[in-house]
């Protein structure tokens, strides 16, 4: 197994997680075969528990797995399916040391970081960088490995030993380090500045870790003294010395690599320049080139709770990215703050609630996702609302297949206080409960989680058609409440139809409402599985019913099974 393990320095959020899949793509498109795994430092477990304004979205595995959002960056990139196990926490790595020193596995030696957690790790990567990702037997042939964090934090210690002992085990030329560092231009001088990324080479080199390549983060294209500076002090080759700069979108980044043969620089150091081919990055050109040359767009109201923090939502945005470019169309993304639409905000926050409706009112589209608690639920309930009456295509995920049902009671059959027990748990009218199953004393892992089976109850429905009239669809879960089942006869009879369900046929999966052009609900999350180039069916229905493409599209792509 070759590795290719990218950290960073400096500060973080400069874009590593995005810097790594780009160098996968690249190897790629070189003829390998990529995996990836992500090193999360922190004692959590997994990322289930995590405030989504915290840490971002909690993206969802094909296993069920709770993981860090990069992993769904490196699943659109790579266009893989990982497992949980490709993301390691340091809660995994100690729960998992402490449990063979429970059952006595160490024969009862003193358990310390050094050897017995380092080892850990080291096997841990080890073993699963063999576990193919991409459909195909065998394991890949390089794998790419994300240490999140920054060098120098205190946390990220054991990993950094653990990684440096792997390189020294596996030989050099099975082990390439890029490290990815900022460079910063002080406003005053206007000078690039190298001396923040002399500092972090030199931590990681006192650490035992000497960087192959530099992946420079800068809002410019770097100077060339800039780039002999760093090359000097940081003892880089010049040509090692890559620059990521902005570009207009981050499709761009896999072809900045390849235009500064960073492919070549990588086999080089892993030895594999005599098996790999010229990277063939067309079809990817094609895409971030059609991207740039969109000048329509479409507006979409996204209505939601942690609007604010907008990577709590980042595999929706990358769905409507995906879907809105299917369609030439650039996204235009208005975020709404549920708790904006409420009535008390007329009274609290007058000019925030006129913003909030005027903009929902201009939208040609209207996305509630998913989220947790009872915040904004009010202000979602008034979006979909206003969607249905109004002939808006609407589209809830999770939480906002669950408000359109607690609406749809509310307005339609007329029990005012129709609720979900997650909000009220003495409503007199629960549509929307706890599922059986569930636990109420531990939140980790304790949801119906990962990918499950959706049965279409009939073909002569618009989901039906965009899945192409499949029997079935897989797609993944993260939910603790559903439909109470013993309501569906009476919605169902004042006309909303629940289309999809699960194999037992008494847990609700996708609801319409034949009467709306488009006007759907779906208990799964469909954007987990949107991929550049394939984007999720429903996003592509909801952004087709928006700019009016929908019957057209369905009359020219019939069911097929």
């Known amino acids: ?66 993981v860090d959002l990069d992993l769904g960056n490196y699943e659109r990139f790579l266009d893989v399916t990982l497992t949980r196990d490709n993301n390691i926490t340091t809660g995994k790595i100690y729960q998992s040391v402490l449990d063979k020193e429970r059952r006595g596995d160490y024969l009862g ?48 210690r054991p990993f950094i030993e653990a990684l440096r002992q792997l390189s020294f085990s596996v030989g050099q030329e099975n082990f390439c380090l890029i490290h990815v560092s900022l460079i910063p231009i002080l406003g005053v001088v206007g000078e690039q500045k190298t001396k923040p990324t002399q500092h972090s080479v030199r ?33 880089v080759a010049a040509g090692n010395i890559l620059n990521i ?32 081919m010229p990277p063939d990055l067309r079809d990817w050109t094609k895409m971030a080139e059609t991207y740039d040359n969109l000048t329509n767009s479409v507006r979409i109201a996204m209505v939601g709770k942690y609007v604010a923090f907008t990577d709590s939502y980042l595999s929706v945005v990358k769905a409507l990215l995906h879907a809105c470019v299917a369609c030439s169309l650039k996204p235009s993304i208005d975020w709404i703050a549920a708790s904006d639409l409420e009535d008390d905000s007329a009274t609290l926050t007058p ?27 009010k202000g979602m309930i008034l979006a979909a609302k206003y969607a249905r ?44 409960v706890f599922m059986p199953e569930g636990s109420r004393t531990h939140m980790g892992r304790t949801m119906r989680l990962g990918c499950r089976r959706t049965l279409f109850q009939t073909p002569d429905c618009i989901t039906s058609k965009l899945y192409h009239n499949s029997e079935y669809v897989d797609e993944r879960h993260r939910h603790r409440y559903e439909v109470n089942p013993d309501v569906i006869g009476i919605l169902e009879e004042a006309g909303l139809k629940f289309v999809g369900k699960d194999d037992s046929g008494r847990r609700m999966e996708i609801l319409e409402l034949p009467s709306h052009p488009f006007y759907v609900g779906v208990q799964f999350h469909p954007e987990f599985k949107s991929r550049p180039g394939k984007p999720s069916a429903l996003f592509l229905g909801l952004i087709l019913a928006a700019t009016g493409q929908l019957e057209t599209y369905l009359d020219q792509h019939p069911n097929t099974s």
């Open 1 to 66: 197994m070759k590795y290719v393990l990218v950290t960073g320095g400096v500060v973080s959020g400069l874009g590593k997680g995005v810097t790594a899949s780009s160098i996968g793509v690249v190897l790629k498109a070189c003829g390998l075969r990529v995996t990836s795994i992500k090193i999360d430092p922190y004692l959590n477990i997994d990322a289930g528990t995590m405030s989504p304004f915290e840490h971002g979205e909690v993206f969802v595995l094909d296993d069920g797995g709770e």
């Open 109 to 156: 030696e003193t358990i310390q970081v050094v050897p017995h957690i380092t080892d850990a790790i080291k096997t841990w990567v080890e073993s699963i960088s063999l576990i193919p990702v991409d459909g195909k037997e065998g394991p890949a042939d390089v794998c790419v490995i994300e240490l999140g964090g920054t060098v120098g934090d205190i946390e990220s």
């Open 203 to 235: 931590d990681l080199r006192g650490l035992g870790l000497t960087p192959h390549l530099l992946a420079c983060r800068s809002a410019q294209p770097l100077l060339e003294n800039t780039k002999e500076k760093l090359s000097q002090l940081c003892h």
């Open 245 to 276: 700069h902005d570009v207009p979108n981050i499709w761009h980044i896999p072809l900045l690599l390849r235009n500064q043969n960073a492919h070549h620089s990588i086999l080089q150091q892993l030895n594999l320049l005599s098996i790999a």
């Open 351 to 377: 000019e925030a609630h006129a913003a909030a409706w005027e903009t929902l009112k201009n939208a040609a589209c209207v996305l509630v996702p998913g989220g947790f608690g009872d915040r904004g639920v």
């Open 389 to 432: 009456e109004n002939n808006v295509p609407y589209l809830g995920i999770c939480l906002g297949m669950q408000i359109s049902v607690i609406e749809f009671a509310r307005s339609v059959l007329s029990l005012e206080r129709a609720d979900s027990t997650e909000f009220d748990e003495h409503t007199p009218n629960p549509v929307v």
